[in-house]
């Protein structure tokens, strides 16, 4: 039996066509490879990153507020090994106690390593021990709710008289915030304002004032600096770096005694957070305390 082999412009036709779309499927299947490498590529470095990224700290001291407490923390913190930059303004730090909780974000570059508005700070509900025995027994509270960078006043309060709230003086005069009667506080309209949201206090059977409690506008957050003791090569204000050894501020959300538990979470907006929990001694003799290692 004889074979014979197809022949002519037609079959020729054919092979190129086939040539054409098997080179064209190559390409398709090529360039596909490519792309999915380069996203495979791409995803492994940003999960990395995302896994890798987090902040390391080294140390966490804490000063003391009155009798025996501790309100400003100060963690020591670097950049944890294969971790990507970290903008400050992509931290939130959520600072806790049994009882009280604050989220604080960054103050800014500009921000002064103070105590007050134009540094840190943490709004917090507060509570003061009041025995006022003559009129008007003006005492400072050591507190500037207004941040003007004087300390607030209060005053009155005694057999039923007017319970006022001055901002930065200790004069006459200022706001109302309430009064006792039949051993009952009440409060006046003057609150909420810009800075307060409310004053109440708790009255003896003779209608003074023995205690009274405020809670500022915005309670439960505030703001933390920081600053550069260590700066490495690519160092860059407002930003935690390769080898940059970072001082933060921290107002906790109250006064914390001897032998409480702390926890404070160094969350970024990429990365992993870093979780700290802490007991503070059961003596706070001295005016700062290490707490962490």
Not at 15 to 43: C, D, H, P, Y
Not at 52 to 65: F, K, L, P, R, W
Not at 199 to 222: E, L, R
């Amino acid at each position: 039996m004889r074979t014979k082999g197809e022949m002519g412009v037609g079959t020729l036709i054919i092979f190129i066509a086939l040539l054409l779309v098997a080179a064209v499927a190559a390409g398709v299947l090529i360039t596909t490879a490519g792309t999915l490498q380069e996203k495979a590529l791409s995803t492994g470095k940003q999960a990395t990153g995302k896994i890798a990224t987090h902040i390391d700290v080294i140390e966490i001291s804490a000063t003391n507020g009155t009798n025996g407490t501790l309100l400003i923390f100060k963690p020591l913190v670097s950049l944890s090994a294969g971790s990507n930059p970290i903008d400050l303004s992509d931290i939130t730090i959520v600072i806790g106690t049994s009882s009280a909780t604050a989220t604080i974000t960054y103050a800014g570059i500009d921000a002064d390593i103070e105590n007050n508005k134009s540094g840190y700070y943490t709004l917090y509900e507060r509570t003061w021990e009041y025995n006022g025995t003559t009129w008007p027994n003006f005492i400072t509270m050591g507190r500037d709710y207004n941040f003007d960078g004087l300390n607030d006043w209060i005053a009155g309060g005694l057999e039923g008289t007017l319970f006022t709230w001055n901002y930065s003086t200790g004069g006459s005069g200022g706001t109302a915030a309430g009064q006792c009667a039949a051993g009952t506080y009440f409060p006046l309209i003057s609150f909420p304002d810009s800075y307060i949201l409310s004053i109440t206090g708790v009255c003896s059977s003779d209608n003074n004032v023995t205690s009274f409690t405020i809670v500022p506008q915005n309670a439960s957050t505030g703001k933390f600096v920081a600053e550069h003791l260590q700066k490495g090569s690519n160092y860059a204000q407002g930003q935690l770096k390769k080898g940059d050894v970072l001082q933060l501020y921290i107002e906790a959300p109250e006064e914390i005694g001897p032998d409480e538990y702390v926890r404070i979470n160094f969350i970024q907006k990429i990365g992993t957070p870093t979780l700290i929990e802490l007991a503070t001694p059961n003596v706070i003799a001295s005016y700062q305390e290490f707490l962490y290692p």
